[in-house]
């Protein structure tokens, strides 16, 4: 079956720094990948997803790509804010069928520091 | 931007009681979900629903599990009987065709 991993826990950094949360999945189709953020008692908003055409998105500063040789959707952003303290979560959906239920990885909690 | 409604944030219950949680999706979304999350693991697909049908559901929405939505308004989740292994919070969702899903803040749900 589908599989999300993200292989960080926590990610501690300064502000300033730049961002990089890992995330690899397996899967039989060829799915379309997202990330999601999560702030502390809100609910999950999605952040990224990817494209078809293979172009990269981007928002509020993040973009991902997706390598499909590698099986990754690693999320970067050049800078980290204070407000980009969150927990974000990996996800796939297979791009076949009328089913688009979300797969998740197990999530990244991201500190951003002073 | 559009909205998911949970209620309640929070619920209590003794092992056995009967629980529904509820879910108010995006006004004209038509695609619903339900998630489990256990405290320190990841979010699960437990099932979802268009049409006024279950389209598919997981491994994890056992028999006690059932879901509805009377009178198109809110969409919700039955556990009759709870068990101890219920405990988690319970993410609904709501998309349109295909689209990005919605997600509400999520019914932490505690079974004694």
Known sequence: GDSVTQTEGLVTLTEGLPV???CTYQSTYSPFLFWYVQHLNEAPKLLLKSFTDNKRPEHQGFHATLHKSSSSFHLQKSSAQLSDSALY???LSAATGGNNKLTFGQ???LSVIP | GPK???IPSHQIIDMGQMV?????????????YWYKQILGQQMEFLVNFYN???MEKSKLFKDQFSVERPDGSYFTLKIQPTALEDSAVYFCASSLWQGEQYFGPGTRLTVL
């Open chain 1, 20 to 22: 990089m949360l890992n």
């Open chain 1, 89 to 91: 979560y990996c996800a």
């Open chain 1, 107 to 109: 999530g990244t909690v």
């Open chain 2, 4 to 6: 998911v409604l949970q």
């Open chain 2, 20 to 32: 529904t949680l509820n879910c108010d999706p995006v006004s004209n979304h038509l695609y619903f």
């Open chain 2, 52 to 54: 006024g049908k279950v």
